[in-house]
């Protein structure tokens, strides 16, 4: 029988249609592809959506749970870092457990964690509960993309990718906007709470239909995942508290620096010389990918700072609403989805990817150019339009750089891959949004002493500031006036320089295209 069944082609019965090409064929067989794929999104939704959702709710949770402002800030920075620390062992924990026990479990464990954090009574419950949310919640994105490229044919790969990058791209656009609307018609809780019924959903999916993977042997590189961690949870701690320590002014921030860097120097000797090392070196000889980690890194910055900045800006010197933030940034969504779908078919027809990566970082420098015009006189319009152009560039990279990224690399190193490159972006993430934080607020302080030196008698207009002691408190209310527009004139200065610093940053990674290599072909990996 099983000679039978390795006949050749040429034994086949006269008028039997043609065989699918044996590399065309999905790594996993799963007996309902749909809906493993809908349980899949619907995991990687409520995953990606909790890194921002939590954020408007904030100043809600400190009053509630008996927290000061320094230490609430403490529900991010446990998610952020516990996170970072267990995404480098997603590999391991696959080849050891199990990969579809292992995201299953991850799915269990961030739902179970997402209703302790909803039922949290005081600070310390809530940082260990989103705490463990972070670790259940670090499985969930490599797995997912993992699986996604496993059960799909290899010449289908841009087009699973471009369905999975719609959710890392639209869940931190998204996630503001729901919470804002949660926090305000029920209580910050449903935050948590509404993870629930989307995950249950995802669960049953996952437990039905997730195949099975080929488990494996494999030594726990214990001494690199410490320096690895360690540098990590340095690394963010240096991010999260520089701003409040006054950076490197400051002893602890030296410590956390210094722990970071030699640690993470001891990572690279160690993943060089190591006979098993946690990451093997395999995975960073591959060009494509290598470089496809840099632009991760660049994505993270540029993407996540640019959704941090925004919504505070709208809302403080514009006046909006937190549901009006969400209608006039929704258009970046949809720019994403657009092009999204574009670059798939590109890629699906074998376009090469480096001129497509290449336009869609111009395409967002562009978008940014725009944005480093804006005043206080910006309408909606032109928030919407440089938005939906950002969303089409940002749509533009990140299709092409996925595939490219895992057209060479055996299916093996896919989960190792994957959490390769979600750590890159989310480490850029962190970066990027507290560079651009820092910034803002020293450029704010600049432009207001800069600004308030111009004010004087001469330059008042009505106001003789020279004497306006002699009016009490309505001179007193006037000057407050008057610095209140010169902090506004200056806020929206330091905005304008945070957009210019990252349309450079992007400039500056376009080029850096050139060194990727051709477009393979999307079935070199599978015949390996």
Not at 337 to 345: A, P, T, V, W, Y
């Amino acid at each position: 029988m099983a000679s039978s069944a390795a006949a050749s082609p040429t034994t086949r019965p006269a008028g039997a249609p043609d065989a699918p090409p044996v590399e065309d064929v999905a790594h996993l067989h799963t007996d309902n592809y749909p809906l493993l794929i809908l349980g899949i999104m619907a995991a990687s939704l409520i995953q990606i959506l909790d890194t921002t959702i939590a954020n408007v709710a904030i100043p809600h949770m400190q009053s509630s749970l008996g927290a000061t402002v320094d230490t609430v800030t403490w529900v991010l920075t446990s998610y952020i870092i516990a996170s970072a620390v267990a995404l480098p062992v997603t590999g391991w924990l696959a080849d050891r457990i199990g990969a579809r026990r292992l995201f299953i479990l991850s799915v269990a464990g961030f739902i179970a964690a997402s209703m302790a954090c909803g039922m949290a009574q005081n600070l310390e419950e809530m940082v260990i509960f989103r705490g463990l949310q972070g670790i259940a919640g670090a499985f969930i994105a490599p797995l997912s993309q993992s699986f996604m490229l496993d059960t799909t044919k290899p010449t289908k790969h841009a087009q699973v990718m471009a369905l999975w990058g719609m959710g890392i791209m639209i869940g931190p656009i998204l996630g503001p906007v729901l919470g804002g609307w949660l926090t305000e018609s029920a209580s910050w809780r449903w935050v948590f709470y509404v993870n629930l019924p989307i995950g249950l959903l995802s669960l049953a999916a996952l437990m039905a239909y997730l195949p099975h993977r080929e488990q494996k042997s494999r030594r726990f590189d214990l001494l690199g995942f410490f320096l690895l961690a360690t540098s990590l949870t340095t690394f963010q701690l240096l991010l999260d508290r520089g701003n409040q320590l006054d950076w490197f002014d400051s002893g602890e921030i030296w410590l956390y620096a210094l722990v970071s860097a030699s640690c993470a120097w001891m990572v690279v000797v160690h993943f060089a010389t190591a006979k098993e090392p946690m990451f093997e070196t395999a995975l960073f000889k591959d060009r494509n990918f290598a470089i496809a980690l840099f632009f991760m890194l660049v994505i993270g910055v540029v993407m996540f700072a640019v959704m941090a900045l925004l919504p505070p800006m709208l809302q403080n010197l514009f006046d909006y609403g937190v549901i009006d933030t969400g209608l006039v940034l929704m258009p970046r969504g949809v720019g994403v989805l657009i092009s999204m779908q574009l670059s798939g078919l590109l890629m699906r027809r074998g376009i090469d990817a480096r001129p497509v990566v290449a336009a869609g970082f111009l395409i967002c420098a562009l978008s940014l150019w725009e944005m480093a015009h804006w005043s206080l006189a910006v309408d909606e319009y032109n928030i919407v339009i440089s938005g939906l152009t950002q969303g089409i560039g940002m749509g533009l990279v990140f299709i092409p750089l996925q595939v490219s990224a895992f057209a060479t690399l055996p299916p093996h190193f896919r989960t190792d891959g994957s959490s390769l490159l979600n750590l890159l972006r989310s480490l850029g993430a962190s970066v990027g949004i507290s560079v651009m934080t820092v910034l803002l607020g020293r450029n704010i302080q600049i432009g207001h002493q800069d600004l308030g030196s111009h004010v004087t008698a001469a330059t008042g207009g009505m106001i003789d500031f020279s004497t306006i002691d002699r009016f009490q408190s309505l001179g007193d209310a006037a000057l407050r006036i008057v610095d209140a527009e010169v902090n506004r004139q200056a806020a929206m200065v330091a905005y304008v320089n945070d957009f210019y610093l990252m349309m450079w940053i992007t400039l500056a990674a376009a080029p850096l295209t050139l060194l990727m290599r051709k477009n393979a072909n999307p079935n070199a990996a599978a015949r390996r």
